[in-house]
C-alpha cells in the first residue's frame, strides 16, 4: 500500500482553511491541522477530517512565532515530510490608514508575511530532500485590486502573492509546485459584518461564495492534474476582479 501523503494547513479550525482541510481529506490526505487557540473549533474540524476517513494532527500555535513554529514542526519534520503546505492563516484588522496604528499594521503582515517565511521554510528543507511537493497560498483579492481600509492587508496579500511566484522560481528544478488561490468575497466569520446591500452589486455572479468552491481549487492544485501549473494566482471570486 502506497504511503498515505500528509498536508498541513494553517488557519484551519474555521472558514476556508477548514472547508481546505475536509476537502484534502477526502482526497486521501491526512492532516497536520494547524490553529491558533481555538481548541474546540479545531476539535470539530479533525473529526471532520477523521470522519472523511483520514487521520489529524492538531497543531496549535501562532505562525508568527519563530520559536512556537519551529518547537511545533521541527519534531514531526524529522521522521514526516508533508507533501503539501497551505498557508492559509490570516487576520485583518481593518481600518483607513490615517487612522491605522503600528500595531495594526505589523500584526497583520506578521500573520500573513512572516507566518507564511516560517511555515514554508520550516518544511522546505524536507521537500527539496524528496523533489517534490505543493505549496498553496491563500491570498486575496484585495492584494490584486488593493481595498480601502485595507492597506495593511491589501499589502500582506500582495506581498504574499510576489513570494509566490518568486519562490515558485526557486523550487521549480526540485519539482515543488508553488501557487496561491485568490478568494474574493466568501461567507466566513470574515465577511459576515459587510453590508450586502453594498457589496452584493459590485459581484458579477451576485453573491458570496463559499469556502469550499475555494477548496476545490486548493484541492486541485495539490493533485497530480496540476502537475504543470506553478507560479501563478487562481482567482476564486465571482468575477469582482478579472
Request: aromatic share 6%.
Given at each position: 500500500?502506497?504511503?498515505r ?10 472558514g ?13 490526505f ?14 470539530r ?13 492538531l ?5 508568527a ?18 507533501y503539501a503546505?497551505?498557508n492559509?492563516a ?12 503600528p500595531?495594526e ?7 500573513h ?9 520550516a518544511?522546505?528543507s524536507?521537500?527539496l530532500?524528496?523533489?517534490c511537493?505543493r505549496?498553496v ?7 490584486q485590486?488593493?481595498m ?6 491589501s ?5 504574499l ?18 501557487n496561491a488561490v ?6 466566513t466569520?470574515?465577511?459576515?459584518e ?8 459590485t ?7 463559499t ?7 486548493v484541492?486541485f ?9 506553478t ?9 469582482v476582479?478579472?
Amino acid at each position: 500500500m502506497a504511503e498515505r501523503r500528509i498536508a498541513l494547513v494553517t488557519g484551519a479550525s474555521k472558514g476556508i482553511g477548514a472547508a481546505i482541510a475536509v476537502a484534502l481529506a477526502r482526497d486521501g490526505f491526512d492532516l497536520w491541522l494547524n490553529y491558533r487557540s481555538d481548541h474546540e473549533a479545531a476539535k470539530r474540524v479533525a473529526s471532520q477530517v477523521e470522519a472523511a476517513g483520514a487521520a489529524c494532527r492538531l497543531l496549535p500555535f501562532d505562525v508568527a512565532d519563530a520559536a512556537a513554529v519551529g518547537g511545533a514542526l521541527e519534531p514531526l519534520l524529522q521522521t514526516q515530510t508533508p507533501y503539501a503546505v497551505i498557508n492559509n492563516a490570516g487576520v485583518a484588522k481593518d481600518v483607513l490608514m490615517f487612522w491605522m496604528s503600528p500595531e495594526e499594521w505589523r500584526n497583520v503582515l506578521a500573520v500573513h508575511l512572516d507566518g507564511f517565511f516560517l511555515v514554508t521554510r520550516a518544511v522546505l528543507s524536507n521537500l527539496l530532500t524528496k523533489r517534490c511537493g505543493r505549496i498553496v497560498t491563500i491570498v486575496s483579492t484585495s492584494g490584486q485590486a488593493g481595498m480601502a481600509g485595507q492597506v495593511n492587508y491589501s499589502a500582506a496579500k500582495a506581498g504574499l502573492i510576489g513570494a509566490t511566484k518568486a519562490l515558485a522560481l526557486e523550487v521549480a528544478k526540485r519539482n515543488i509546485l508553488v501557487n496561491a488561490v485568490s478568494p474574493g468575497f466568501i461567507e466566513t466569520e470574515m465577511t459576515k459584518e459587510l453590508p450586502r446591500d453594498q457589496v452584493l452589486p459590485t459581484i458579477p455572479l451576485r453573491r458570496f461564495g463559499t469556502g469550499e468552491e475555494v477548496a476545490g481549487v486548493v484541492s486541485f492544485l495539490c493533485s497530480d492534474r496540476a502537475s504543470y501549473i506553478t507560479g501563478q494566482v487562481i482567482a476564486v471570486n465571482g468575477g469582482v476582479y478579472m
